[in-house]
């Protein structure tokens, strides 16, 4: 976020845990400070994201199969192995605790897999939200200019990277300019480029394990998307076009940065 709002101020609104007058000072600065809107709308959106993930989890039989077939081979090993080392004392309780550990790490495994996606997919649709008010915003950009040498050295000292972009002449796509963005605390890059009435960001933020989207193409709700990761930064292009125009607009990019 650009201003100085305490994040549990936002946090309160988000969870309804704040007062009616309360509520209506913090409504009263979301529609005058677009960044603490984006910031809310985020934090809305990963609160349902967390709450619909957890309600319809749940093990596929597939997975439940594995862990049978994990915790019988392990049983028959432990008791393998412990007749061995001493065949005179019960070895029942060692088994059953092979079995217990084996069944925690598949599970804690399968937990972590699954909180990594939805962890990705949460930061793809906070993106989507941040392209959605760009583009309705009477000022989507703060650099306005087609001339990449205009907006690449604008960001230098505003950012503790730089990166590449590719010459638009010549092609379908034209640079409409760029601005500074925060995503999950953390400053980045957000380009428009325009093709034909369409609007499609490209996102630039430092490869982070927190920052990360799930790489690859996808489409979701009339917008495609397409991330990859590139020389320690994170690409992610997204816009209502066809998932054709986002990947060729990627692979410039793609080029640009080689």
Not at 112 to 123: D, I, K
Not at 162 to 167: H, I, M, Q, T, V
Not at 214 to 225: H, I, L, N, T
Request: with cysteine; glycine share 6%; net charge neutral.
């Amino acid at each position: 976020m650009s201003c100085n709002v305490d994040t549990n101020w936002l946090d309160a609104y988000v969870d309804e845990s704040c007062s009616a007058e309360e509520r209506e000072g913090i409504e009263t600065h979301l529609r005058a400070c677009t960044a603490c809107s984006v910031e809310t709308l985020s934090r809305m959106h990963t609160k349902r994201a967390i709450r619909a993930a957890a309600s319809r989890y749940a093990p596929s039989p597939e997975f439940q199969r594995r862990v049978e077939a994990s915790l019988r081979e392990e049983t028959t090993a432990g008791k393998s192995i412990w007749a061995v080392v001493n065949p005179f004392r019960s070895h029942g309780w060692l088994a059953q605790m092979s079995a217990l550990a084996v069944a925690l790490v598949l599970v804690v495994g399968s937990v972590l897999l699954w909180t990594s996606h939805v962890n990705r997919q949460q930061a793809l649709a906070q993106l989507l939200d941040l392209h959605v008010a760009t583009t309705a915003s009477s000022n989507p950009v703060d650099v306005l200019s087609t001339d990449r040498h205009t907006v690449k050295p604008w960001f230098q000292g505003k950012l503790p990277y730089a990166f590449n972009l590719p010459e638009f002449q010549d092609t379908p796509f034209k640079l409409i300019g760029g601005k500074l963005v925060y995503f999950r605390h953390t400053a980045g890059a957000q380009l428009l480029v325009e093709l034909r009435k369409h609007q499609i960001s490209v996102f630039i933020f430092q490869d982070q394990s927190g920052m990360r989207v799930a790489s690859g193409s996808v489409r979701e709700k009339g917008f495609s998307a397409e991330s990859w990761g590139e020389g320690g930064l994170r690409y992610t292009v997204v816009g209502d076009a066809t998932a054709a125009d986002i990947h060729q607009l990627a692979e410039l990019l793609r080029a640009a940065g080689h």
